[in-house]
Nanobody, 129 residues
Framework: QVQLVESGGGLVQPGGSLRLSCAAS????????????IGWFRQAPGKARGGVGC????????YYSDSVTGRFTISRDNAKNTMYLQMNSLKPEDTAVYYC??????????????????WGQGTQVTVSS
């Protein structure tokens, strides 16, 4: 059973930066981190969970939501089975619980939570002065 564990959340002032990490484990024999598309999602109180960004399994191209393009960067270290979300120029509206997720295939869109089989427990990010 694949397990994902996020870390790095916290309280930051507007304009500040945070880096979230997502460590993966529990892959079956012959399967590793590179076989999965990996995504970051976030959910603010009273709102639906929405896609922040994703790295595709095939071409490693990153995709981002319009609201974070130019401010957030996704990367992955396949040797460490770890994914990162670098968040710069944070705004109060970025406040949410952030989740990482893994999908063996993306049938429709990377931003659909239903595409992902495995989820982390979430880490809180609060942007406030």
């Amino acid at each position: 059973q694949v397990q994902l564990v996020e870390s790095g959340g916290g309280l930051v002032q507007p304009g500040g930066s945070l880096r979230l990490s997502c460590a993966a484990s529990g892959f079956h024999s012959g399967v590793n981190w590179t076989h999965y598309a990996i995504g970051w999602f976030r959910q603010a109180p009273g709102k639906a969970r929405g896609g922040v960004g994703c790295i595709d399994v095939l071409d490693e191209s990153p995709y981002y939501s319009d609201s974070v393009t130019g401010r957030f960067t996704i990367s992955r270290d396949n040797a460490k089975n770890t994914m990162y979300l670098q968040m710069n120029s944070l705004k109060p509206e970025d406040t949410a619980v952030y989740y990482c997720a893994a999908a063996s295939t993306i049938a429709t869109t990377w931003a659909a939570p239903s595409e992902y089989e495995y989820w982390g427990q979430g880490t809180q990010v609060t942007v406030s002065s």
